[in-house]
């Protein structure tokens, strides 16, 4: 359920998941309408990403999705996507891609370990 309240010659939106409140304030000027199609993106793609499980902790242990997740929505203060699946899809590509790419530098470090391993078996056996 999303709320709208006018607070001092301003918009302020929210929504409430669990334990945690989503807020979008904007200028009198801005499509409310808008803004509350945006906070009900974001708070989509954090209930789906998060399996349904979107609470301060969880928040807080994923900070950099929440931090993917708006940077997909809004870009220097421009809405640019409203499409919940469109932004869940390219927040969980990136979330695979980071983790191949942690798999990636094991695999570095693992060979760099084996060949200094080599190597100072090389010189001992000098």
Same mark, same amino acid.
Do not use: G, H, W
């Given at each position: 359920?999303?709320?709208?309240?006018?607070?001092?010659?301003? !918009?302020?939106?929210?929504?409430?998941?669990? %334990?945690?409140?989503?807020?979008?304030?904007?200028?009198?000027?801005? %499509?409310?309408?808008?803004?509350?199609?945006?906070?009900m993106t974001i708070c989509e793609?954090?209930?789906?990403?998060?399996?349904?499980?979107?609470?301060?902790r969880s928040i807080l242990e994923n900070y950099d999705l929440?931090?993917? !997740?708006?940077?997909e929505i809004i870009d220097d203060g421009i809405i640019i996507e409203n499409d919940a699946d469109a932004v869940i899809q390219r927040v969980d590509k990136?979330?695979?891609?980071?983790?191949?790419?942690?798999?990636?530098?094991?695999q570095v470090a693992n060979k760099t370990k084996e060949g200094l391993s080599g190597l100072i078996k090389s010189f001992l056996d000098f």
């Open positions: 359920m999303t709320d709208i309240v006018i607070v001092d010659d301003l !918009i302020c939106i929210f929504q409430c998941l669990k %334990n945690v409140c989503f807020y979008i304030i904007s200028s009198p000027e801005e %499509n409310e309408l808008v803004m509350e199609e945006t906070l793609s954090l209930d789906a990403l998060f399996k349904s499980k979107v609470y301060k929440l931090l993917l !997740i708006l940077d990136t979330e695979q891609s980071a983790t191949s790419e942690v798999d990636t530098i094991q």
